[in-house]
């Protein structure tokens, strides 16, 4: 069976530092990877998917992650963190199964960013 | 606009009582899927469905029920609610023609007192 470990449940960066976002993943088969985002009292947003192609992925508001098979990880990472980004993030692996595919979500990391 | 939509947004229920949450979608999109979400717990699969009449249970299936009679909708009953059915409830949708990520819509905040 397919799993996703945030490794941390809570990041506080400053407005302007790097952020990172750790993921591990577990998975028998080549998996895809998400990354969604979710502001206070919203839904969820793609934020940028690994799908076998390039392992370094961009995604939408200067969100990128590398994906590291030999690691089994898929960090999330953005050079310089806006107030905006403060939000819960989730890493998310897809499952193939017989009759379709369903998402594997991680427990989530919650980001902070201060002024 | 093309999307998920999920109502109601809120729903205050006595234990015991019943409910549809309903979703609809306006893309064609062949799957589609309810989680529940609960802190600490990211988001977990309740039932799926990959077409109009086909349905499957998800991890955490006990107490709701669901049915695809159409493309565009698939409601989610609660059939007894329980207190441990507060929870908030994202109903999601993709393409089957290839894996561009699921749709998620806005989720209904329900509480069970």
């Known amino acids: 069976a397919q799993s996703v470990t945030q490794l941390d449940s809570h990041v506080s960066v400053s407005e302007g530092t790097p952020v990172l976002l750790r993921c591990n993943y577990s998975s028998s088969y080549s998996p895809s990877l998400f990354w969604y985002v979710q502001h206070p009292n919203k839904g969820l947003q793609l934020l940028l998917k690994?799908?076998?192609?390039?392992?370094l992925v961009k995604g939408i508001n200067g969100f990128e992650a590398e994906f590291k098979k030999s690691e089994t990880s898929f960090h999330l990472t953005k050079p310089s963190a806006h107030m905006s980004d403060a939000a819960e993030y989730f890493c998310?692996?897809?499952?193939?199964?017989?009759?379709?595919?369903?998402?594997?979500f991680g427990k989530g990391t919650t980001l902070s960013v201060s002024s | 606009n093309a999307g998920v939509t999920q109502t109601p947004k809120f729903q205050v229920l006595k234990t015991g009582q019943s409910m549809t949450l309903q979703c609809a979608q306006d893309m064609n999109h062949e799957y589609m899927s309810w989680y529940r979400q609960d802190p600490g717990m990211g988001l977990r699969l309740i039932h799926y469905s990959v077409g109009a009449g086909i349905t499957d249970q998800g991890e955490v299936p006990n107490g709701y029920n669901v049915s695809r009679s159409t493309t565009e909708d698939f409601p989610l009953r609660l059939l007894s609610a329980a207190p441990s059915q507060t929870s908030v409830y994202f109903c999601?949708?993709?393409?089957?023609?290839?894996?561009?990520?699921?749709?998620f819509g806005s989720g209904t905040r329900l509480t069970v007192v």
């Open positions: 998310v692996v897809s499952e193939a199964n017989q009759a379709g595919t369903a998402l594997i």
């Open positions: 690994y799908t076998s192609a390039a392992t």
């Open positions: 999601a949708s993709r393409s089957g023609s290839g894996y561009y990520g699921y749709t």
